[in-house]
């Protein structure tokens, strides 16, 4: 009986090539995921996994991992590469519910919410930030760096798409990530809020461990050689600019974001430690 279950949940070779352009078992909609820790994440995140896809030696570590909670299809690699145009999957693809945006709203909402518990919010805001791998890299450094939420454009930028995803290693399940109509309108209705925002000026700006990130901050990011547009600019309160020694000049943007929260988050753990009240 056992083998019989295998069996039926396993398919190779010319099957598999049948599978992965089959209606009948590929979802029709949804949100693909691909890569081993991005999967797991949908999964511990409570995201619905409409179906899951699996090589054979990483099907079972999908099992040892969740137990018995999802059960992978296994699959020839072969498949996998078509669904995924041959990215980097890892042996494994899952396709889930489509991924939830906050709106504008909701981003007032949390904000209102930190304010009341009398937790400063950190916001990461990115202009026209097009390439879904750095977008992925800046939604894995806010995660990991205690980020409450990061803002998108709806137009001229990168969405959470299966790039996305995976180079954020995940991490896309756990932050909150908010497109809204207008950047501008967004920023004036959290300084309202008692946001300040704090741009990434590339050579011109104050060094960023001499800005005060320990408030209500929004870190806006523009994109690498355009930076953020000037009318976002104008609506920063201070203009930051990471020291370089080197001959290139300029960072990737997913690394210059990096750098900025990891300064605000150490600013933020000093001042909670030398705080009496907190």
């Known amino acids: 009986m056992r083998d019989d279950r295998k069996r039926s949940r396993s398919a190779t070779g010319h099957e598999a090539s049948e599978l992965a352009g089959s209606d009948e078992e590929r979802p029709r909609s949804g949100r693909l ?43 020839d690699r072969s498949a996998l590469d078509v669904w995924t145009d041959r990215a980097n999957h890892q042996g494994v693809v899952a396709f889930t519910g489509a991924f939830s945006y906050l709106d504008l709203p909701e981003i007032e909402d949390l904000v209102t919410d930190r304010n009341e518990a009398g937790r400063p919010v950190l916001l990461v805001v990115l202009d026209r930030i097009e390439d879904p791998r750095n977008l992925g890299a800046i939604l894995r450094s806010a995660h990991e760096l205690g980020a409450d939420a990061v803002i998108l454009p709806q137009r ?81 309160m201070a203009q930051v600019a990471i020291p370089m020694q080197g001959n290139v000049g300029s960072l990737n943007v997913s690394v210059a974001a990096g750098i900025l929260l990891a300064e605000a988050a150490r600013q933020r753990r000093a001042h909670h430690f030398s705080d009496p009240v907190g």
């Open 156 to 236: 001229q930028a990168a969405a959470v798409t299966p790039a996305a995803i995976k180079t954020s290693a995940g991490a896309c399940e756990f932050v909150p990530v908010a497109r809204v109509v207008n950047l501008a309108r967004t920023l004036e209705i959290l300084s309202r809020l008692g946001v300040s925002a704090i741009g990434a000026a590339g050579e011109q700006g104050q060094a960023p461990e001499d800005v005060d990130m320990t408030g209500s901050i929004a870190l806006v990011l523009g994109s690498e050689g355009r930076g953020i547009r000037e009318h976002l600019r104008h609506r920063c």
């Open 33 to 75: 995921v691909y890569g081993v820790h991005p999967v797991l994440s949908a999964v511990r995140a409570g995201q619905k996994i409409r179906r899951l896809y699996a090589t054979a030696q990483v099907a079972q570590r999908i099992r040892d991992e969740l137990g018995r909670s999802v059960e992978p299809i296994v699959v």
